[in-house]
C-alpha cells in the first residue's frame, strides 16, 4: 500500500491539478479570515472550506491515471487496493493542507471572543480547529468517493452530486460537520471552547462506509 500511495502521490504531483483547489481554498481564507479577526469564527471558515476542497481532491485524485495505467496498477495490486490509494491520497493531501492553514488562521487571529470581551484560550481553540477541519477533511472526502467513479454517474452529474454533496454535508441538521463547524461560531460567541470529538468519530465512520463502499464496486467492475 505504501507503494501505492507514493504512485498517487507522484501522479498528483506531476499533473499540477492540486493547483485549482489549492487556489479556491486559498481564495475563500483570503475573503473570509482578516487578521485580528474572533480565532473561533476563523477557525470556523477553514473548516467549512476544506470540505468541498476535499471532495475536489477525490475527484482528481481517482480520475488521474490514464485508463492503461490503472489497468495495469489493478492487475498488479488489485482495483480495491488502487482505488483506497487514490482516496488516501487525496484525503491525506487536503488534511495536511487543512491543518497548515488551520495553523496560519490560529496565529493571524485574536483569541477573543465576538465581541471582544472575553479571552480564549489559544490551546483549547487549536484542539477545536484541528478536530473541526479534519472532521470537515473526513465528510468531504466521503462526498468526494460518492459522487466520482466507480458510481456510475457522467462527469457532469458527478460534478454536481460533489456540489451538492458538499453543501448538504455543511448545512443538513446532524451531519458532522455542521456540527463541528456550529460548535466553534458558537464558541466564538460565547467563549465555551468544545471540541467537536463525537462529529469527528461520525465522520470517521461515514468515510469509512463510503470507502468500503466504493472499493467495493471498483473490485467487482476490475
Known sequence: MTALLRYQAALLARSQRWLAPLLLYAAVLAVGVRSGQPVLGSLGVAAAA????????????????PPAARTVASAAAGPRRVHLAA????????????VVAGAVVLLISSPV??????????????????LAVLCCVLLGAA????STRPVPLNRGWSVAAAVLGSLLALVTTGSPARLAVTALVTGSRTGEVQPSVLPLLGAAALVAAAAFLVCRIAARRG
Open 50 to 65: 476544506v470540505l468541498p476542497v476535499t471532495a475536489w481532491a477525490v475527484h482528481l485524485c481517482v480520475a488521474q491515471e
Open 113 to 130: 471572543t465576538d465581541d471582544g470581551a472575553r479571552a480564549v484560550s489559544r490551546p483549547s481553540a487549536a484542539l477545536a480547529g484541528l
Open 87 to 98: 482516496l488516501l491520497t487525496a484525503t491525506g493531501c487536503a488534511a495536511v493542507l487543512a
Open 143 to 146: 462526498v468526494g468517493a460518492l
